[in-house]
Nanobody, 120 residues
Framework: QVQLVESGGGLVQPGGSLRLSCAAS????????MGWYRQAPGKQRELVAR???????NYGDSVKGRFTISRANAKNTWYLGMSSLKPEDTAVYLCNAIIRLESGGVYNYWGQGTQVTVSS
């Protein structure tokens, strides 16, 4: 019923920048919150950034001041701007959303993930 599709990952040098996008489609009534998580090999999945429908944001401590989450509500799309990238930012980045369906009910959805590799 709902799909989240990420784009924008890739290989970047330390200190570089990338922007990830996530687009939600399907029987969506509203999106209560949008976010990005990441998972590196051998590590737990961690919150990168999150934004609610009211515009409140929160960030993981390791990315504060370097990453920015934003949204284009009308398009059910959100973004993660990443700058001053470090090798430790290397991970699979997954978008996430809390979505109210047109048919009712609120559910948690995940994208398939996009690889971000920071390396020289």
């Amino acid at each position: 019923q709902v799909q989240l599709v990420e784009s924008g990952g890739g290989l970047v040098q330390p200190g570089g920048s990338l922007r990830l996008s996530c687009a939600a489609s399907g029987s969506i009534f509203s999106i209560n919150a949008m976010g990005w998580y990441r998972q590196a090999p051998g590590k737990q999945r961690e919150l990168v950034a999150r934004i609610t429908s009211s515009g409140s944001t929160n960030y993981g401590d390791s990315v504060k001041g370097r990453f920015t989450i934003s949204r284009a509500n009308a398009k059910n799309t959100w973004y993660l701007g990443m700058s001053s990238l470090k090798p430790e930012d290397t991970a699979v980045y997954l978008c996430n959303a809390i979505i109210r369906l047109e048919s009712g009910g609120v559910y948690n959805y995940w994208g398939q993930g996009t690889q971000v590799t920071v390396s020289s």
